[in-house]
């Protein structure tokens, strides 16, 4: 088995073996979708969410942050706990940030969050789609706690989606993916990465990787949080396909070299997750999948993928470490 550097035991995570005779390398959770877009009285749609292993209170082994779009259609982010990894206890109340830097601006709205767990201050850093002056940018925020929400500075100019981070300092700096974007729906996009000394400031902008082919011949954005192997980090990303019916948001895998990640060593020829169920084909926006988390056991390597279906619903799938980097080993278009 592949090292998982850093990784951390979790036998408790969400999982379910692979079919009998399914060769897929990631396969769905037979009863998705694990959140409905009616979790909470006042919500239209919970989906594109980041859950991360949580040792807190009351049992709870998982807490999150969820994308809520309510029934006024505003975007917001809740805070939600869960036992088992896919019941979870969502709050009705969304995110009120607490910020204590001058200037800051209010929350306007936020949608398709992140969250990176830092064991090096205990903080988890939220990254999100942030409105600044009602154009997206990435927003950045923390927690230790998931009661008390610390608002930052946003990371970048608007227009910028789909910033995640990376779980460590690379050569002293905070690491971060990002799609630079336009005020619309986008139909470009490359993946670039930002460095930062202090969270704050951040530059020395590397670009990683462009639309490609088929799939992802539209755009592509970063998903769920970096794996860290020995091999490099391993990441899910989504690529768009513009059909004659409107976008297509399917995701695969890619390894990037672990002290310079914009470098992409492997890239998967195809997606490995497309809408095909009714709940990814159907719903508010249909024909989307859209990976935003993913827990890892170190000890079997087993990963729990969280994704958005059709901007409506959340489901899960599964895979393992070695099922990936091998089939990037036999499939990687570069
Ligand atoms: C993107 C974001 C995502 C959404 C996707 C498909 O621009 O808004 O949240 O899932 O479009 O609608």
Redesign the pocket.
Known sequence: MAKIIDGVSLPDIPWQERPAGSTDVIWRYDKNPIIKRNAIPTSNSVF?SAVVPFDGRDGYKFAGVFRVDDKARNMNLHAGFSKDGINFDINPARIEFTHALPDLQEFQYG??PRVTYFAEDGRYYITWCNAYGYKPTIGVGWTTDFLEFHLSENAFLPFN?NGVMFPRKIDGNYMMLSRPSDSG??PFGDIYISMSPDMIFWGKHRHVMAPSKGWESTKIGAGPIPIETDRGWLIFYHGVLTSCNG?V?SFSAALLDRDKPWKVLKRGETYLISPQETYETVGD?PN?T?PCANLVDADTGRIAIYY?CA?TCTSLCFTTVDLVLEYLDNHSQI
Request: avoid cysteine; charged fraction near 25%.
């Open positions: 594109n949608y398709d989606r729906h986008t976008f948001y926006v989307v859209f958005g901007d």
